[in-house]
């Protein structure tokens, strides 16, 4: 069984910053790729930042240049910096993971999600 929960959202006005961590837990073989995504109220979710074990990183144009998606191998942890913050960053951000099970077939887990509002 295998656990993402994040952490770190709340509350802040704009302009300012966040850092979010994403935690797996669990019976973990290897963590694959690794993304943060958002879903704002009546909307889809989308990708904000997605990253693979070595360490490549892409971003929304939306959050480029305002983010900074990284991960710690060793503690099987995600996070996300995001600065500058925006109103319309406001939204519940969730991360996933590719990882193996026993079978050694990829599969993907998500975070229960948690809410960040950019307000003032």
């Known amino acids: 069984q295998v656990q993402l929960v994040e952490s770190g959202g709340g509350l802040v006005q704009p302009g300012g910053s966040l850092r979010l961590s994403c935690a797996a837990s669990?019976?973990?073989?290897?963590?694959?790729?690794m993304g943060w995504y958002r879903q704002a109220p009546g909307k889809q979710r989308e990708l904000v930042a997605h990253i693979t074990r070595e360490g490549s990183t892409n971003y929304a144009t939306s959050v480029k240049g305002r983010s900074t998606i990284s991960r710690d191998n060793a503690k099987n942890t995600l996070y996300l910096q995001m600065n500058s913050l925006k109103p319309e960053d406001t939204a519940v951000y969730y991360c996933n993971g590719v990882m193996p099970d026993n079978m050694n077939i990829p599969r993907t887990y998500w975070g229960q999600g948690i809410q960040v509002t950019v307000s003032s």
């Open positions: 669990g019976t973990i073989f290897s963590i694959y790729a």
